[in-house]
């Protein structure tokens, strides 16, 4: 689940602009993107993986696989649970998810303005 990136800095007297989307690929694929770490935002607000899937409108056997694949590439848990009972179980982020989230938003800021400085260097001839 990506979602393209657009420039901050869109001049808009241009007619087109440089648009991309980031992610880490691990070993086994898509490591850390926009959705997944949507995703580890919501099990922080949340405290359950089964709120935060169901607030993306994505099944909770899904939202599993993703931090399955999140975990096993981290080489570490990035989200610890607890198994239900009186209170009921729940999901925290362990402070590598905590990292995960913050490197994801890090390189994300750099790689929007890297979009504006490119779109900033378009050619008025190519468009206008």
């Known amino acids: 689940m990506q979602t393209t990136i657009q420039s901050a800095k869109h001049n808009e ?6 648009r991309g989307r ?9 490591f850390l993107g926009y959705g997944r770490v949507v995703l580890l935002e919501r099990i922080r607000d949340y405290g359950s993986i089964s709120q935060a899937a169901k607030s ?15 975990n096993r590439q981290a080489g570490g848990k990035l989200v610890e649970t607890s ?3 009186k209170q009921g179980g729940g999901a925290r982020l362990t402070p590598a998810g905590e990292k995960a989230i913050e490197t994801f938003w890090r390189f994300h800021r ?3 303005m890297l979009l ?4 900033e260097e378009l050619d008025t001839f190519l468009c206008g």
Do not use: I, Q, V
């Open 116 to 119: 504006a400085e490119m779109t």
């Open 56 to 70: 993306m409108e994505m099944s909770y056997k899904h939202a599993w696989d993703l931090l399955d694949s999140m």
């Open 83 to 85: 198994r239900g009972g």
């Open 22 to 30: 980031l992610w880490l690929e691990g070993p086994d694929g898509t």
């Open 110 to 112: 750099k790689f929007n």
């Open 13 to 18: 007297n241009r007619n087109c602009r440089w």
